[in-house]
Nanobody, 125 residues
Framework: QVQLVESGGGLVQAGDSLRLSCEVS????????MGWFRQAPGKEREFIGC????????SYADSVKGRFAISRDNTKNTVYLRMNDLNSQDTAVYYC??????????????????WGQGTQVTVSS
């Protein structure tokens, strides 16, 4: 059974940076498109970005483009989300997701088969 475990969340100040990790167990990680999503209180889960199987391409939501960066290490079965210049609007639970698919980019929640449990990021101003 494929499991995704996020880590790296926490409480930070506005303007700080943070890196989230998502480790995938089971399955063939190098075949997965990996996505990051977030859900703020009272809001729907939204797409942040995704990365191809080898990490050669990424795609981002306009709201984070230029501040967030996704990367992956297929030797560690891990995908990362680097977040810079955080602000209060970035406060949310962050989720990683995976799917074995030839399509890219994948921006819809329903495109992904596997999800992590989420990690809380709180940005204080």
């Amino acid at each position: 059974q494929v499991q995704l475990v996020e880590s790296g969340g926490g409480l930070v100040q506005a303007g700080d940076s943070l890196r989230l990790s998502c480790e995938v167990s089971e399955g063939t990680f190098s075949q997965y498109v990996m996505g990051w999503f977030r859900q703020a209180p009272g809001k729907e889960r939204e797409f942040i970005g995704c990365i191809t199987w080898t990490g050669g391409r990424t795609s981002y939501a306009d709201s984070v483009k230029g501040r967030f960066a996704i990367s992956r290490d297929n030797t560690k079965n891990t995908v990362y989300l680097r977040m810079n210049d955080l602000n209060s609007q970035d406060t949310a639970v962050y989720y990683c997701a995976a799917v074995d698919s030839p399509a890219f980019p994948l921006r819809r929640l329903t495109s992904y088969n596997y999800w992590g449990q989420g990690t809380q990021v709180t940005v204080s101003s």
